[in-house]
């Protein structure tokens, strides 16, 4: 993904019910000159898992370890009309933690590369993989980025955390700040531009999201946060409109040309990226982030597109991930 704020948007609209994602078209196409990783699938046992394993495999962007009961994975293969010569299948007992502890073991132990969500709760696959057994913890607190493809517009939005951390606090918005930071800087932005979002872009001491934006803001100047540049707090309006902010007299050099927006908490940033993608007709791809390989949690609800695109930024982050360790 290049930095594209300068781009002319051209239309994204073929008709009047298909859009074009040239953002995550682009993702994915960068991600696939990179090589497939191995990705252990965490009890694919329907249909949708199966099938987001096969595409993104033909997508030449993982190699699935598909871990679970093997008759219950046949049995959903089978369903989907999907052929599972060439995935490797690890047989496990029918209880996705015993699934889940099994996935996040390969990962620890290098056999692969990204862990990924099947048919269980998030919070079964979540709560394997930040175990201590798993050995998976990084040296931040845990946290979810969405790459977000709204049509026509001019550059992609990266959000977090809208799905992980309820109600983080001071030092919780600085890891995931910083670790929104590093995948944008694996995205290709060398120096992402960061809104920090509130309600208002004053800060009101009744009002703990403006006083932890001024905070992180300071804790930036002083490189306690590295990498990008930060302002908040700022509102929705003024983080992505230009207008909106000059209006307001807002003299910033990330107000209206964010790329990475950082939530006050889960329930606002839950909100705005279901915004997106069911009134903006967005789509969007997305990570869990901070531990020792990504995690590719997928939804139910997830397109196939989503899907395809949120391995391709696993594909990517690994590759960073490399990098910065060499």
């Known amino acids: ?23 995550l078209d682009a993702l994915v196409d960068r991600a696939r000159q990179m090589g497939p990783i191995r990705v252990a699938i965490a009890y694919p046992c329907d249909t949708t898992s199966i099938e987001a ?3 993104a495999q033909q997508a030449g962007l993982i190699v699935p370890i598909l871990v679970g009961p093997t008759a219950r994975i046949q049995q959903a293969a089978q369903a989907a009309k999907i052929d599972l010569n060439g995935m490797e299948i690890v047989d496990t007992v029918d209880d996705p ?16 590369q990204a862990l990924m969500k099947g048919s269980l709760h998030s919070d079964e696959l979540l709560g394997a993989a930040v175990s201590r057994d798993a050995g998976l913890r990084g040296n931040r607190r845990a946290s979810h980025f969405f790459v977000i493809d709204v049509p026509d517009l001019e550059r992609p939005l990266m959000l977090s955390d809208c799905v992980v951390n309820i109600a983080p606090g001071l030092l919780e918005k600085r890891d995931i700040i ?8 694996a995205l290709g932005i060398d120096k992402p531009k960061v809104a920090i979002l509130s309600a208002v872009e004053t800060v009101n001491p009744a009002m703990q999201s403006t006083l932890d934006a001024a905070v992180l803001c300071k ?14 707090p700022l509102a929705f309006d003024n983080a992505m409109s ?44 997305g990570l869990v982030l901070g531990m020792r390989v990504p995690i590719i949690l997928t939804s139910r609800s997830d397109s196939v ?22």
């Open 219 to 232: 804790m930036a100047d002083r490189g306690q946060i590295t990498g990008g540049i930060l302002d908040g």
């Open 97 to 112: 933690r015993v699934a889940a502890d099994i996935s996040a073991a390969l990962c620890r132990d290098q056999k692969a």
């Open 53 to 55: 394993a096969s595409l």
């Open 178 to 185: 910083q670790t929104a930071i590093d995948m944008a800087h």
């Open 242 to 285: 230009s207008e909106s902010a000059h209006k307001k007299g807002i003299i910033s050099p990330v107000a209206g040309q964010a790329d990475i927006m950082i939530m006050p908490n889960l329930e606002a940033g839950n909100m705005v990226y279901k915004e997106l993608v069911y009134v903006s007709h967005a789509e969007c791809a």
């Open 1 to 23: 993904m290049t930095d594209s704020r300068n781009t002319t948007a051209a239309s994204s609209k073929k008709s009047d019910e298909t859009y074009v994602y040239r953002h």
């Open 305 to 326: 597109t989503s899907r395809i695109a949120s391995c391709a930024l696993a594909v990517l982050k690994n590759q960073h991930l490399g990098t910065t360790r060499n």
